[in-house]
């Protein structure tokens, strides 16, 4: 497991780490986000260790804890259990798959009256496997993802030969930007989906934090629009 990084000067850190899934391997990221308040908002935990307990409580007071999609739950209990005074958040859906799972709030298209001034947020529709929350964090023009954008290539790190084999021959997805293929599967309602994935493009964002695959720092806008042509070719 990699040390958490800085990846926007004093604003953003980053911790990938290694998930296996579906008889594949690759890597997924927690990120950390410093709010206006000086408080931390962290966004698909990882599992908490001490070193990475150490590493945060550096940076500051973790106020919310957030899991952001159906499938980015999975370490919420070990963020808990690490920073007991957090709220939690989590995306509709999870307390249908995950019963026992403790938390303070849903999450939703308005963002909390206390991270308002930080983020946009709003609720990716019109699927029947997989839902999340998409965040924009302002300040620093970042859209915050986990996987409504995949984006492997011949430089990510960690990659299992049988999840290239299923990326290159059966979704076409590798070094081509799309959606996990569960949202590939699933769009039932495209005209929700468009409705709101249109907001989402609507953000002035210049790089997108995504939990799988490399990270997209350049031409972010046109790559997105790209990697969702598929559900935007409905009609609102």
């Known amino acids: 497991m990699k040390d958490l990084y800085e990846y926007q000067k ?4 980053i911790k990938e780490y290694p998930i296996h899934y579906a008889g594949t391997r690759f890597n997924s990221r ?3 986000i410093r709010l206006s308040n000086d408080n931390l908002f962290i966004h698909s935990p990882c599992e908490i260790d001490d070193h990475t307990k ?3 409580e550096k940076l500051g007071k973790v106020e919310f804890i957030v899991a952001p999609g159906s499938y980015h739950y999975f370490y ?3 963020a808990q259990q690490a920073f007991p005074e957090a709220e939690t958040f989590i ?4 307390e249908r798959k995950q019963p026992d799972i403790e938390f303070d709030w849903f999450l939703g298209d308005r963002p909390d009256q206390r991270w308002k001034n930080d983020f946009e947020q709003g609720l990716v529709r019109g699927n029947k ?9 302002k300040f620093t023009r970042t859209l915050i993802l986990v996987d409504l954008i995949e984006n492997f290539t011949d430089e990510t790190e960690d990659v299992s030969w049988t999840l290239k084999l299923w990326w290159k021959a059966v979704f076409h997805m590798w070094d081509n930007p799309k959606p996990a293929p569960e949202y590939q599967l699933g769009w039932k309602d495209k005209k929700a989906a468009c409705k709101s ?3 989402i493009l609507d953000w002035d964002f210049t790089r997108i934090i995504i939990a799988h695959g490399d990270l997209i720092e350049e031409n972010a806008k046109e790559v997105a629009l790209h990697a969702l042509r598929q559900p935007l070719a409905s009609k609102v």
């Open 10 to 13: 004093n604003t953003i850190w």
């Open 30 to 32: 927690m990120t950390v």
């Open 54 to 56: 150490a590493a945060i």
């Open 76 to 78: 919420i209990s070990s």
């Open 91 to 94: 995306c509709p859906g999870i």
């Open 129 to 137: 496997y997989i839902w999340e929350i998409a965040f924009f964090h």
């Open 197 to 199: 994935l249109r907001r």
